[in-house]
């Protein structure tokens, strides 16, 4: 190894925590490269693990499964091509040397005979037959493969969206659920365990012609000729030295080449507001000048280039010399035809390649098992939170919901029969690194068809409440009742189906504005009328008729517009791309008023018995969230409606109930006037709002 003053080794140490596992360390550029032990060794038979086609077979029987049942006649094209593939090159190889043969005859006889004559005319046309063939059959197995692809992607995409709606959000924030299912690999899969097939017989077939070969036209050659051929086959094949075929974990830890990739973050429009109003521009260049010196003489390469830079160059003039290994038979040339001698050159060079290949796609199987695994292991990830069995049917004529939380299968508190009892109910987020409770002992009563707002400060638990509630996690403790039932029991849909939620996370979806709207109430989604007085209650309407396509504006569409390198510097065509797909803009007032009317559209069905309100209208001006709070009320007709906030002036007033938290715990229940004459939590909330306008 060459001693470059940017690539150093480091003696082998020992990791101690848990296995005693030896690694290299190696220091390439800026990198610092920990390489298995077992694996720094540049002679290495392919990196297959036989096991793993043991217990990944149930997979692979699924996924093939999977693809056969899309269509049947494409997988027996797929397999029926790659089965032509593999016998293509042994059967070109074979009819390119008869041809070769037959042409030596007739110029060593100066004339050609008959049979001669008619042999040379069959190998020809067998010749061009076998290309044009050839031919064909890579046409039919493009266009087969591509929409083979494509039909299989489209299936598993539509199931992994399937998969993905239906999960719940606990289950979505585990390291699983944020694996990409990726379609593609499946279909990978199948296409490299053909490629490995087609590769294994085509390799026995070329060997065997290769033997024939050697044992008819080489015999006076001598073991020099099968030497000669075999030995470069297997020297370069088991020569590894390729950083990304071993174990290996690198790490950046040149201090200069940090800081420069830090620096360069900086650019990022996150950044660039405070960058340009702090006046930073001449002091972030200065640094950067400064690393950049500093990284003058380091190689700025990824770790796996600068590693295979660290051989000499006797490995590749070795295999280049082991390569003309067959020219060594002309030191006999009367034994030896030149014929003959390109047939082997043409032989060995293919089989070479062919063996090349097949070990290439032995190397990345293991990985590509994996990403099939996780494809699946994401198709199959089942929701933490359990459906209900029971079907939710609302009494007939009932505004509102009745619900009613029990703890440890006791009625703590009860009211009338219509109403929502909420009772020691403790609640944390999955994975919270906080030891708190996000809710703790909470307890509160809500009558069906009330109007209610729970205030407090920041983190007090008002909005985790209300995710309880739709149910979009359970509660740690306590049992929330919805008709006297466990709201565990319910089917989640059916609950959902009589919900209508408006909330700071709500967004535009990259869809048309009257599909934005009309989403909220999926059966109307076409219904013109609706979505335009959904649009109007929600104030939205002036902002749309802004917009030149009106309803059929989308704000954010799918980008899928591409200006080639050559096109660049093209007026007309760069004209044309910015028109596409251009991303439309609106205040943060103008959004919200536009995910309000799908709010809106949801509570013009009679179904909707429950509506829940968290911070709509932190964008609007005074006026615009007077209007939209004014509009809910009206909108409310008999439902029980829960309101989140944190400016009471709208609200507190016209609410049968207010809820005042703090640390996760309700702390006070009752009326605005009742509240303020207890002089506690809620009073001092109101009272420092207040100040404001006294």
């Not at 209508?500 to 934005?516: C, D, R």
């Amino acid at each position: 190894m060459l001693n470059f003053p940017w690539a150093r080794r480091v003696a082998p140490r020992t990791d101690t925590q848990k296995e005693r596992t030896p690694f290299l360390e190696q220091r390439l550029g800026v990198w610092r490269v920990l390489i298995a032990a077992d694996e720094s060794s540049p002679f290495r038979l392919p990196n297959f693990q036989w096991s793993l086609v043991s217990t990944h077979t149930p997979l692979l029987t699924r996924a093939y499964k999977d693809i056969y049942s899309i269509s049947p006649i494409f997988f027996w094209l797929m397999i029926a091509t790659h089965l032509w593939y593999a016998i293509e090159d042994p059967l070109s190889l074979y009819f390119s040397n008869r041809l070769l043969l037959l042409i030596q005859q007739s110029v060593l006889q100066g004339k050609v005979h008959t049979s001669l004559n008619k042999d040379l005319c069959i190998a020809i046309i067998a010749r061009a037959s076998c290309s044009a063939f050839s031919g064909f059959v890579h046409w039919t197995s493009n266009n087969v493969k591509e929409q083979y692809r494509m039909l299989v992607e489209y299936r598993l995409q539509e199931r992994a969206l399937l998969a993905n709606l239906a999960r719940d959000l606990e289950t979505s924030q585990d390291n699983d659920a944020r694996l990409k299912a990726d379609p593609e690999r499946v279909f990978r899969c199948l296409v490299q365990l053909l490629d490995l097939g087609k590769e294994i017989i085509s390799f026995l077939l070329q060997l065997r012609l290769l033997l024939h070969l050697l044992g008819s036209g080489f015999s006076s050659a001598g073991p020099v000729s099968i030497i000669l051929c075999f030995v470069p086959l297997i020297l370069e094949n088991i020569w590894d030295h390729n950083l990304w075929s071993k174990a290996y974990v690198k790490q950046a830890v040149n201090g200069d080449y940090l800081r420069k990739e830090a620096l360069t973050l900086l650019t990022d429009n996150t950044y660039k507001a405070e960058v340009m109003g702090g006046n930073l521009l001449g002091y972030l260049l200065k640094e950067y000048e400064k690393v950049l010196d500093a990284l003058s003489h380091i190689p700025n390469g990824d770790a796996e280039t600068l590693w295979r830079r660290t051989t000499t160059a006797l490995p590749n003039m070795f295999f280049n010399l082991c390569k003309d290994g067959p020219v060594v038979t002309l030191t006999n040339p009367s034994q030896v035809s030149v014929v003959q001698l390109a047939m082997l050159e043409q032989t060995t060079t293919r089989l070479r390649y062919t063996f090349s290949f097949a070990r290439h796609i032995l190397t990345f199987w293991p990985s590509e098992l994996a990403n099939l695994k996780n494809c699946y292991r994401v198709l199959d990830l089942e929701n933490k939170m359990k459906d209900g069995c029971m079907p939710y049917s609302p009494a007939t004529g009932a505004p509102g919901v009745s619900l009613e939380v029990r703890y440890e299968s006791q009625v703590l508190y009860s009211c009338s029969s219509s109403s929502f009892i909420d009772r020691d109910v403790s609640f944390n987020y999955p994975g919270a690194k906080s030891e708190r409770d996000a809710l703790k002992n909470v307890s509160f009563s809500i009558k069906a068809g009330q109007l209610v707002v729970i205030v407090g400060a920041n983190g007090s638990g008002k909005s985790t409440i209300l995710k309880l509630l739709t149910r979009c996690y359970d509660a740690t403790s306590g049992t929330v009742l919805v008709d006297g039932n466990p709201i565990t029991d319910y089917q989640i849909a059916d609950l959902r189906s009589v919900t209508a939620s408006l909330t700071q996370e709500h967004t535009i979806f990259p869809l048309s504005l009257s599909e934005n709207i009309g989403i909220g109430s999926p059966s109307s989604v076409t219904d013109h009328d609706k979505i335009t007085q959904a649009a109007k209650l929600a104030g939205a309407q002036d902002v749309i008729k802004n917009f030149t396509d009106g309803y059929d504006t989308v704000l954010e569409p799918v980008r899928t517009a591409y200006l080639s390198y050559s096109g660049r510097g093209n007026e007309a065509l760069e004209k044309e791309y910015e028109k596409m797909e251009k991303a439309t803009n609106v205040s943060g007032g103008e959004k919200q008023r536009l995910v309000a009317s799908r709010t809106f559209m949801r509570m013009l069905s009679e179904d909707i018995k429950f509506v829940i309100v968290d911070e709509p209208s932190s964008a609007l001006d005074p006026g615009g969230e007077y209007e939209l709070f004014k509009q809910l009320r009206e909108a409310r007709k008999g439902r029980t409606m829960i309101f989140v906030t944190h400016r009471f002036g709208h609200l507190t007033k016209f609410a049968d109930l207010i809820l005042c938290m703090k640390g996760g715990t309700v702390v006070e229940t009752g009326t605005h006037q009742e509240l303020l004459n207890h002089q506690g939590e809620y009073a001092h909330l109101y009272n420092v709002q207040a100040q404001a306008f006294t």
